[in-house]
């Protein structure tokens, strides 16, 4: 897997804003997992660059990590 920076590559995309290639690393099983470094989850990249639509890909998705509705997320 390639890595730019400590970024993986949804992380990396997320951060640029390319919402075509998050959704296909997303569509091919890339993991939503917190950056080691920094603890953020895709979605907060997406924040922190008001990236807005991406956010709205990423409350879209049913995913343990990030609920955007009202609860917070049940790490195992």
């Given at each position: 897997m390639y890595w730019c920076r400590d970024y993986p590559p949804l992380h990396?995309?997320?951060r640029h804003g390319h919402a075509a290639i998050v959704s296909l690393l997303l569509r091919w099983g890339a993991e939503q997992t917190p950056?080691?470094?920094t603890g953020e989850f895709p979605i907060h990249i997406a924040a922190?660059?008001?990236h807005a639509h991406l956010i709205e890909l990423f409350c879209s998705l049913d995913n343990k990590w990030v609920n955007c509705k009202t609860e917070k997320p049940k790490l195992q």
């Open positions: 990396l995309a997320t950056l080691i470094q922190r660059e008001g």
